[in-house]
C-alpha cells in the first residue's frame, strides 16, 4: 500500500477523496459559469443558480427531517470506498 496510508488512517483518506471530489466539482461549475454569462446574460444565469441553491437547500432541509428514517433502513457500516480508490491511484503510479 505505501507510506500514505501509514501516515492516513481510513477517516483521513476518505476526506481526501471528498476534498478531491469537491474541487472537481468546483471547476467543472467555473466552466459551466462563464461561458453561460457570455451567452444567457447574468440575470437569467444567476437566477439559475438560485434556482440550484434553493434546491439545494431544500434537499438539506429535506434531509435534515427524514435522515432519521432513511439511517434506519439501511444498515450502512464503515465506508472504505475512498480506501480502495487511493489505493488503486497509489499503486498505479
Do not use: E, Q
Amino acid at each position: 500500500m505505501g507510506a500514505c496510508f501509514d501516515a492516513f488512517p481510513a477517516p483521513a483518506a476518505d476526506t481526501l477523496l471528498c476534498r478531491a471530489c469537491r474541487h472537481v466539482v468546483v471547476a467543472a461549475t467555473v466552466g459551466f459559469i462563464v461561458p453561460s454569462i457570455t451567452n444567457l446574460g447574468i440575470f437569467a444565469t444567476f437566477t439559475g443558480s438560485a434556482v440550484l441553491a434553493w434546491v439545494g437547500y431544500g434537499l438539506v432541509v429535506w434531509v435534515l427531517h427524514y435522515g432519521g428514517r432513511m439511517r434506519a433502513w439501511v444498515d450502512l457500516g464503515t465506508n472504505d470506498l475512498g480506501l480502495h480508490i487511493l489505493s488503486f491511484v497509489w499503486n498505479s503510479w
